[in-house]
C-alpha cells in the first residue's frame, strides 16, 4: 500500500510553510512516528513524522519549497520493506537494524533525529554536548547552545548563503530570511504603519517583591516545583491593571473595538530561531506558580523548537522583559490586533527620594506602548500606576485591590 506524506494541517493565520532538509532519501527503510522531514513556518518549527512503515519510494517535493495545509509532499511504500526483504534478507537487515550499540556513541543514540542531523552538519562530536531532554536526550536546542550557529539554523538557510568578495580581502556572506524572522519583521512595519504609537512610563520599586522572593522563595520551589521569578508578578500585575482599564486589553477590528472579557497573556521569549510569543491563557485566573510553570515550560520548549501553532495564536495584551538582557529602557512595540504592551526592564540600585531622605532601592523602568487610536493617554497612564502600585503592595494582588 502506498501511504501519501502530508503536510500537516496549519493554523487559519499560517497560509503556507518551507520544507527544509529532508533527513531520509528514496529507498530508505522508515518506521512510523521517525522524523522525516522539518518544517518551518512564520510561527513554529514542526518535524513531520512518516505516517508507516515501509519504505520512502518517491519525495514529491525538494527542501526549500512552499507547501500549503495537506499538500502530498513524499510518498511511502507500506510493502516494499517485505518485498526486500523477501528477496534479499542480508541488505534488508542491514537497513532496518540499526548498527550494535557498542559502534554509536552514547551521545548519538540518545540523540533526538534533528539534534543528530545537525551535529553531523556541524561536525560537532555528540560525546561532547550535554542533553537537557528527558532521559538525557540530545535536542536541537542542546546543539545550538553548544556552538552550532544559530544564524544559520537550517540546511536551506545554509545552501542559500551566497558569499561576495570584496577588495581588500573582506568578503559578505548573503542568507535569505527565515519564515519567522521575515513574518516578525513584516508585522513590525505593519505595526509601525497601522496603529498609532505612543509610550508612557514609570518606574517601580522592586523592594517588596525581592523581599517576597527572600522570604519565600526556597518554600515556593519546594512546593510548587518551580523557582518564584518576577515574571509571575508582573503578569498578575498587568492581569489586575487590565481589569481596570478594559480597553487597554482590547483590539481593533475595522471600525469596531472589541473588549475581552479575559486575559491572554503573550509572553515574548528568545529561541535559537529568534523571538516569539506563546501566549498564557486565562492568566488572570492563574495563580503565580500556574504561571511560572507556564513560562518555564514555554523557555524550555522555545529552546527545543517545540513550540506549537496553538501556543502562539491569539494573545490580548504582551509583556516583553528586556531586562533579562540588561536593558535599562525601551519602547516596545504593540502586536496587532492587541493595542498594548508592557515593557520590563533591569532592576538596577538607584538613589531615590522617599519622605524626604535619599535611599537607594532596587529599580525598574516600565514602558507600556499602547495604540492611542482606542486608549486614551489617561487609560494608559492610570493602568500602568496600577501595576506599579500592585508591585509595590503585591498584597493588593492577593487582595484585588
Not at 24 to 49: H, S, W, Y
Not at 167 to 177: K, W
Not at 202 to 211: G, L
Amino acid at each position: 500500500m502506498r501511504l501519501e506524506v502530508k503536510v500537516p494541517q496549519l493554523s487559519e493565520s499560517v497560509a503556507e510553510a518551507t520544507l527544509l532538509s529532508w533527513n531520509v532519501q528514496p529507498g530508505t527503510a522508515v518506521k512510523q512516528g521517525q522524523n522525516l522531514i522539518d518544517i518551518e513556518t512564520d510561527k513554529v518549527m514542526m518535524e513531520l513524522p512518516a505516517p508507516g512503515n515501509g519504505v520512502l519510494v518517491e519525495i514529491v517535493r525538494d527542501a526549500g519549497s512552499a507547501v500549503k495545509s495537506g499538500e502530498v509532499i513524499a510518498i511511502i511504500d507500506t510493502e516494499a520493506a517485505a518485498t526486500v526483504a523477501a528477496s534479499s534478507p542480508a541488505p534488508a537487515a542491514a537497513a532496518a537494524v540499526p548498527a550494535p550499540a557498542a559502534a554509536v556513541p552514547p551521545a548519538a543514540a540518545r540523540a533526538m533525529p534533528s539534534a543528530a542531523k545537525l551535529m553531523s552538519e556541524q561536525g560537532i562530536d555528540p560525546a561532547s554536548v550535554q542533553g537537557s531532554g528527558r532521559g538525557g536526550r540530545v535536542t536541537k536546542g542542546d546543539v545550538l547552545a553548544h556552538g552550532a550557529p544559530s544564524a544559520q539554523p537550517t540546511a536551506v538557510a545554509t545552501a542559500a548563503q551566497s558569499q561576495v568578495t570584496l577588495s581588500g580581502g573582506r568578503s559578505d556572506s548573503r542568507v535569505p530570511m527565515t519564515r519567522l524572522r521575515a513574518r516578525v519583521a513584516e508585522r513590525l512595519v505593519e505595526s509601525q504603519q497601522g496603529t498609532a504609537t505612543l509610550t508612557t512610563f514609570n518606574e517601580v520599586n522592586m523592594q517588596p517583591v525581592m523581599d517576597l522572593r527572600k522570604r519565600y522563595g526556597e518554600r515556593f520551589e519546594k512546593d510548587h516545583g518551580v523557582k518564584l521569578g518576577f515574571m509571575g508578578f508582573f503578569v498578575k500585575a498587568a492581569c489586575a491593571a487590565l481589569k481596570r482599564f478594559p480597553v487597554v486589553n482590547a483590539s481593533v477590528d475595522g471600525s469596531d473595538i472589541v473588549y475581552h472579557n479575559y486575559c491572554d497573556v503573550g509572553i515574548a521569549v528568545s529561541s535559537p530561531r529568534g523571538l516569539v510569543v506563546p501566549i498564557i491563557r486565562d492568566a488572570d485566573q492563574l495563580s503565580i506558580a500556574q504561571i511560572e510553570k507556564a513560562i518555564a515550560d514555554f523557555g524550555n520548549r522555545a529552546r527545543d523548537g517545540k513550540l506549537g501553532l496553538e501556543d502562539l495564536s491569539g494573545g490580548t495584551f504582551s509583556i516583553s522583559n528586556g531586562g533579562v538582557f540588561g536593558s535599562m529602557l525601551s519602547t516596545p512595540i504593540v502586536n496587532p490586533p492587541q493595542s498594548a504592551i508592557l515593557g520590563v526592564h533591569a532592576t538596577k540600585e538607584r538613589p531615590v527620594v522617599e519622605n524626604g531622605q535619599i535611599v537607594i532601592r532596587p529599580m525598574n523602568y516600565l514602558a507600556l506602548s499602547y495604540d492611542h487610536r482606542i486608549i486614551d493617554g489617561r487609560e494608559a497612564v492610570l493602568s500602568l500606576v496600577a501595576i506599579k502600585d500592585a508591585l509595590e503592595d503585591p498584597a493588593r494582588l492577593l487582595l484585588e485591590i
